[in-house]
């Protein structure tokens, strides 16, 4: 059974940071691309950061996040990263890592809800003025 558990979401204040962890089971996250994604009150979920299977492909992040957020992978420990510094209130939200089947690399653009599978329950960020 296929099974992603994220955490290390939490309350912060603006400006600081966290990590966020996206452990699976079940799941060989090195022969993916992986994402994460997140969803705020009332707000469609929006497609963060992806960071492809391969070393030699391109990781991307929203513009919203872009010199904020480093995805990363560790492929021994199944397990992926989103670290988030300079938080801001509007990164309020649900967060998701989810893994991309088919293709290799990411998109080039906004992961597709659609294309990513095997998602977990989220962790939560809350980021106060």
């Known amino acids: 059974q296929v099974q992603t558990v994220e955490s290390g979401g939490g309350l912060v204040q603006a400006g600081g940071s966290l990590r966020l962890s996206c452990t699976a089971s079940?799941?060989?996250?090195?022969?993916?691309?992986m994402a994460w994604f997140r969803q705020a009150p009332g707000k469609e979920r929006e497609g963060v950061s992806c960071?492809?299977?391969?070393?030699?492909?391109?990781?991307y992040y929203a513009n919203s996040v872009k010199g904020r957020f480093t995805i990363s992978r560790d492929n021994a420990k199944n397990t992926l990263y989103l670290q988030m510094t300079n938080l801001k209130p509007d990164d309020t939200a649900m967060y998701y890592c989810?893994?991309?089947?088919?293709?290799?690399?990411?998109?080039?653009?906004?992961?597709?809800?659609?294309?990513?599978?095997?998602w977990g329950q989220g962790t939560q960020v809350t980021v106060s003025p």
């Open positions: 989810a893994a991309r089947r088919g293709l290799d690399y990411c998109s080039g653009s906004s992961p597709e809800e659609s294309e990513y599978h095997y």
């Open positions: 079940g799941l060989a996250i090195d022969r993916y691309p």
């Open positions: 960071i492809p299977r391969w070393s030699d492909g391109s990781t």
